[in-house]
């Protein structure tokens, strides 16, 4: 009998994982929020992640669970580890991921580099903590938040203060997260593999485009990088997968300052968009790689097949008609392109899809990849 993967989620990321696990012979059964979501092709199940009863069933002849997104309530994740399920990552180490200042603090316990930050829950320590940055900072929710989702750059503190009056209007109290508004030079992303048993393999770090607070490119290798900042970037990502216990992949986002220090952003325990790139660029896709180690099975070589990988997001899709109507002329002008979709309807802002291309001469692969993705625009 076939291993069995239960991935609670149908969405773009749980769709990706269907082709590697067929590769491999697991079975792959999924938890979606609704009937046709991008994962539908191996959604056994639909089911609101949050009603314990409706995951433990879903869960309940499945080797181990793992995730799309990182929603599930506490509770829920408790649950399925007293029922004996083997849950990867675990909630021990999905709380990072959940709760900005829970993350915040331990990765402060461990030593690794931050913003300054702090948990303010009123105006007045909102604005002690802006005259003591500079008058700016971003102020984020610390549960929810995703894509530019949650976050602001506030220069006031009334700038927040309807995001103080929900908190207490939710009678759980609790805090904002403020940090310093770091002055940055670029964005960098570092995917770390996991496996229970506690081997780790590192990818190479990668350089990502933000466009509104949404992911549009990703460079792999991040060029320009010297070889300091590329095992800063690897150590910081170790230290922080083995620190909190991660099982499965991690991303965590990075700041490299215009004073050439690395600053952690934000953590995602799953499969990453900074990461969509390996699917076609690395020996070992992230996707294949999140199965293996949640599976506790030896990790594959994350190693890059070509210098470069490029991969651009189609953002929204086209405005008339659909997307696998642009597939002719996609494919046509740029066959070296792979083109991924994710079985969703064109939105604006919404991820619908990405290209990656992979060569030797930088230029080229970034054109030829944009090039690809404009064709499902407008």
């Not at 929710?141 to 006031?156: I, L, Q």
């Not at 393999?201 to 949404?214: D, I, L, N």
């Not at 215009?258 to 020996?283: C, F, I, K």
């Not at 309807?345 to 692969?365: A, E, F, I």
């Amino acid at each position: 009998m076939s291993l069995r993967v239960g991935v609670i989620g149908g969405g773009q990321l749980a769709r990706m994982m269907i082709a590697p696990a067929v590769e491999l012979g697991v079975e792959l059964r999924v938890l979606a929020e609704d009937e046709g979501m991008a994962a539908s092709l191996a959604a056994t199940a639909v089911g609101d992640y949050r009603d314990a009863a409706a995951v433990l069933a879903f869960a309940h002849d499945v080797d181990v669970v793992t995730f799309d997104h990182e929603h599930v309530p506490q509770p829920v994740l408790r649950a399925l580890v007293d029922a004996g399920v083997a849950v990867h990552p675990g909630p021990d180490a999905l709380q990072f991921a959940q709760d900005k200042i829970a993350m915040r603090t331990r990765l402060a316990e461990l030593g690794a580099p931050q913003p300054d930050w702090a948990a303010v829950t009123g105006t007045d320590q909102l604005q002690e903590f802006l005259d003591a940055h500079g008058g700016r900072a971003v102020v984020k929710t610390p549960r929810g938040g995703y894509d530019g989702k949650g976050v602001r750059v506030v220069s006031r503190a009334e700038e927040a203060v309807d995001w103080f009056t929900a908190l207490a209007e939710d009678a759980n109290g609790g805090a904002l997260l403020v940090e310093e508004l770091v002055d940055f030079t670029r964005e960098l992303a570092q995917q770390v593999a996991r496996r229970p048993s506690g081997e780790v393999r590192a990818y190479p770090v990668v350089e990502t485009v933000q466009r509104g607070g949404v992911c549009a490119e990703v460079i792999a290798p991040a060029p320009h990088a010297s070889e300091r900042l590329v095992e800063v970037a690897a150590r910081i990502g170790v230290g922080i997968a083995e620190g909190l216990g991660v099982t499965g992949m991690l991303a965590v986002e990075l700041f490299e300052t215009t004073d050439d220090r690395l600053l952690v952003n934000e953590l995602a325990m799953r499969p990453h968009n900074s990461g969509h790139w390996s699917q076609d660029g690395a020996v070992t896709g992230q996707f294949e790689q999140h199965l293996r180690a949640v599976l506790d099975l030896p990790l594959g070589d994350p190693a890059a097949l070509a210098p470069w990988s490029v991969m651009v997001n189609i953002l929204g899709g086209p405005t008339r008609g659909s997307l696998s109507e642009r597939f002719a002329g996609a494919m046509a002008e740029h066959p070296e392109a792979k083109i991924h979709t994710y079985g969703k309807q064109p939105r604006p802002g919404r991820k619908v899809g990405h290209v990656n291309t992979v060569g030797d001469d930088l230029d080229d692969v970034t054109y030829q990849a944009r090039a690809a993705a404009a064709h499902f625009d407008g």
